[in-house]
């Protein structure tokens, strides 16, 4: 459906290009996109093969484990039915790391073993346990302290400072993820009553 919805904005365009002698301009932008694409993806594939040989040097050094149980202190009461030495609570942490990086593509694996081992110990249930929920909310709610990926696109398009937008970032995805918990735990003592 997405697919005839943009072929059908394409189309548009193209005839309206024609009718109002724009197609120069057109034409013009077919042709230069293809190249900004090409080297926007190459910043951001660099930046990505880049924090993933930071993330193996930490894992094999054994920083990740150190920063891993800090993390895991932090948000153990988010998940109370979960053992601190649980090994779902470590991919969590690891998600969780990864994603305040902006590190989208290093934190999915992260992500995927935790949620596989949370429906391990939920018995492989077709009812999504509480520790699932709430990790898929605040993994939704995006908690970002460096928008790496932002800071690579802003500076690719020569953005006069590309880090500007930091603390916006910290502080709307930090308020996005406070809420998502609010509206978790209250959603589970809505649920009890």
Known sequence: MIN?????IFL?????????????????????????????FLDIYVLLI????????????????VLS???????????????KEEEA?????MNF????????????PFGLLAMKKLDELNNHSEVASDEMITFLLINTSG???IPTMLIAIRSQYHSTNPVAIIPYIA????????????LDKGGRVLAKR
Not at 4 to 8: A, L, P, R
Not at 50 to 65: E, N, R
Not at 97 to 108: D, E, F, I
Request: proline share 2%.
């Open 4 to 8: 005839k919805i943009f072929i059908f």
């Open 12 to 40: 548009v365009g193209l005839i309206y290009a024609g009718c109002t002698n724009r197609a120069d301009i057109v034409v013009t932008q077919l042709l230069s996109a293809p190249k900004e694409a090409f080297f926007l």
């Open 50 to 65: 880049f924090w993933g040989g930071i993330l193996q040097i930490c894992k094999d050094s054994g920083l990740l484990k």
């Open 69 to 83: 149980r800090y993390i895991i202190c932090i948000i153990h009461p988010l998940f109370k039915n979960l053992d």
């Open 89 to 93: 609570l470590q991919y969590i942490s």
């Open 97 to 108: 790391m990864a994603n305040m990086l902006s590190m989208g593509s290093a934190a999915t």
């Open 143 to 145: 908690l970002c302290l």
């Open 171 to 182: 502080v709307v995805s930090t308020i996005s993820t406070i809420l998502s918990i609010v």
